[in-house]
Structure formats: structure tokens, C-alpha cells
């Protein structure tokens, strides 16, 4: 199985490459699945149901969200009812939306779970306990594993990959919307990288435009911060995986939109 997993699309420039680019790129690298990270779609904030429905359309099996996931109200009853998006598996128990979600694709089925790391971001359920309860629920129900682990610490990451290594295929960063240069296979066959960065912007803080976030972070007053609009790139990994769902590649993608 190979499968493609693209990092935090951020607003219009990010979430309109995904939609035009996606087929194409789909078709011409072979891709039996295609995974992203959409928690800042909707111009910088959550995701809409419509574009929910957009990207599915455009060739994505499982969308991944993170600290965004209940930004637009509106998602949540899609979060309720698909099967095709998946909450962080160790938000508390009442919130809503799937831990894990299973995808037929033309390699076999792919399960795709969504954790948030605990250093510097709100707190949340153990991460440990809640891959354990997912994996223990996908059974033997899946022959490729990913996990998106949104996170502002590389160490929370790397932990994560460790304990994971060998249980599942893939362990793949999100959140910083920063692409690290640590893509590798561990030693027990799982596919590792800190953060696949984010599909939008690059020139800017984050995806965000430069003059506002400095202006407001050295002023103190506060502002809304737009979304950037220039070095449109796409960002991601391409994994290969065995028939026993260990990886045999990791390869960063990046696809470059406009300056
Ligand atoms: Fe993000
Ligand atoms: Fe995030």
C-alpha cells in the first residue's frame, strides 16, 4: 500500500492547491490513499462541512484534525455521523466524533487514528492509553496503520513514534506547520517524521501574515491575524507499506504552488 498524508491545510490558499492539485497527483504517484490534516481549512480555523465534502471529492479518504477540530460548529454533527474524519483519540470521552476510522482502498484497508500531544497545549486524556484503546478496537480489521500525532514538542512526538514502533505503519507529525528533516523507518518497521508541515502559505508565521502577527506580538495589542497568501506549497509524506503493514519507505513531499 502507498499512501500519501499531507500535513495542516491552511485556509483558502492551502485548501484550494488540495482540491486542484489532489487528482492529478493522486493519479501520477501511484496512490492507493490519500490522508490529510485539515484543522485550519476554514481561513485558518476548523473545517467546514462543505469543504469536508470538497475534499473527499477531490480523491481524500480520511481527513485528521487537532486543537481545531470544534472551531466551526458546523462540523460537528459531520463529525457525528462520517466515517471519514476522526477526532483526537484522547479527547475526553463526551466529545464528539470518531477515535479511529477504517478506509477500504484498493491495497487493502487503511485505519487512521489522530492523537494531541500534552506539552504546551491544553490538557488532554493520556495519549499512551488512548492509541492503546484504538489499536485494541482496530483489531486485526486493518492492513495499514497511520498515525497523525498533532503536537507542539518534537519530544512528544518521538516518544509517541517509539512506543508505537512496530505496532502500527506510520507515525507522522502535525501542528507546527513546519516540515522536520527526520523522515526514517525505526527499527521495528514504522515509518517516523516529526512534522510534515502545513498545505498553504510558507511565506508567513505559520500561515499567517507576517506584518500582523509581528505587529500584535510586539505591540501586545491584539489583532486578527489573516491568512497569508504567498509560497503556496503542499506539504506531506509518501509511505509504502508491506502486506503486514510494516513500512518499507518514507519520503517527504512538497509540491510548490506559486511564489
Ligand atoms: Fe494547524
Ligand atoms: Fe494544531
Known sequence: MRF?????????PGYSAVRTELPTIRAKLNLDAVVVNAENA????????RQY??????GVDVITMGDHVYRQKDLI???????Q???????????????WSIVETPAGRIAVISLLGRLYM????????AVDQALSEIGDQADAILVDIHAE????????????????????GTHTHVPTADSQIL????AFQCDVGMCGPYESILGRSISRVLESSTSFVPDTFYVATKDVRLSGAIVEADQQGRAITIERFEKKINS
Open 4 to 12: 500519501l498524508f499531507l500535513g495542516d491545510i491552511v485556509g483558502k
Open 42 to 49: 476554514a481561513d485558518g480555523s476548523g473545517l467546514t462541512p
Open 53 to 58: 465534502r470538497r475534499l473527499l471529492e477531490s
Open 77 to 83: 454533527e459531520t463529525l457525528k455521523t462520517s466515517d
Open 85 to 99: 474524519i476522526v477526532k483526537p483519540a484522547n479527547f475526553p470521552k463526551n466529545s464528539p466524533g470518531r477515535s
Open 122 to 129: 491544553r490538557p488532554v486524556d493520556c495519549l499512551f492509553n
Open 153 to 172: 514538542a518534537t519530544g512528544d512526538k518521538q516518544l509517541i513514534g517509539r512506543y508505537l514502533d512496530g505496532r502500527v505503519t506510520a507515525v507522522i
Open 187 to 190: 527499527p521495528g518497521g514504522t
